[in-house]
């Protein structure tokens, strides 16, 4: 059932040629960026004086096992927004269009079709960890100095980490998309979501408990992962998961799955 549910959304997505730009570009965002890292190292080394001597380029393990994985996750990550407007699209078009009333007037469920918005993205989640898996492990093997099991096995959990973020800002995009049923305002929202949580804490951070702050969503999901880097300038990262962290996340992740139905079945459709 839940497999013919995703044939549905598929069906419908691959017949969007936005779908096929914006999903390209995203994608090849991805790979690129991920994979450039040593070239920009070396590009910083031809053009700013004095770099490639004070600092050896080829001594940052920036590609090394199991470094590789942390630093493509968390840059991986800006890239989600991408993704996100794709599902905005795809998600408003069915208002737009009218195809959500065909859908139901055709025997789905309103759950039914909520549920192949959400099964579309586990699928983008789960594409975008394989590809960046498949990214860090060509990588680690070519600027790695020692490849062992041991050393590409270490911190592989931090995909999972990855695909609770991707997952949860599209949960996020699906359900402004179902609130607001307007692609442009919708994208606009997404976009700017962050900078208004950003100002709306640092407003609220000297009146209420640290705590707090941790759980508004989008500071949740910063929480998830530390910035890797800080580490090569010799400065400690929490290169862990917590319980606490990704019990936030999916509580959050829930709750826009939720809101998102609750739309869904109050609404005229």
Known sequence: MLLHLLKIELKKMTNYRTFWVVGGLYFLTLGVGAASGMEFLKLLARTIEGFGQEININRIPLYHFPDVWLNLIWVGGFLKIVLAIMIVISVT??????????????????????????????????????????????????????????????????????????????????MLGILVQRSGLTIILVLLTQ???????????????????????????WYLIDI???????????????FTTIAIVLVWTFLFNYFAYLKLKRSDI
Request: glycine share 2%; net charge negative.
């Open 195 to 221: 900078t208004i949580e950003l100002i709306i804490t640092e407003n609220l951070r000297d009146h209420v408990p640290d705590w707090l702050i941790t759980i508004f969503p989008m500071k949740s999901i």
């Open 93 to 174: 078009n069915e208002f737009t269009y009218r195809t959500a009333r065909q859908n139901i007037i055709d025997g789905l469920s309103r759950q039914q079709f909520l549920v192949t918005k959400i099964l579309a993205n586990v699928m983008y989640s789960a594409i975008s960890v394989v590809m960046l898996f498949v990214i860090g492990l060509i990588t680690g093997l070519i600027y790695s100095p020692v490849v062992s099991l041991e050393l590409i096995v270490t911190d592989l959990e931090f995909f999972f980490a990855y695909f609770l973020e991707v997952f949860f800002f599209l949960s996020y995009a699906l």
């Open 228 to 242: 890797p880097f800080p580490r090569y300038a010799f400065m400690e990262i929490r290169d862990y998961l917590t």
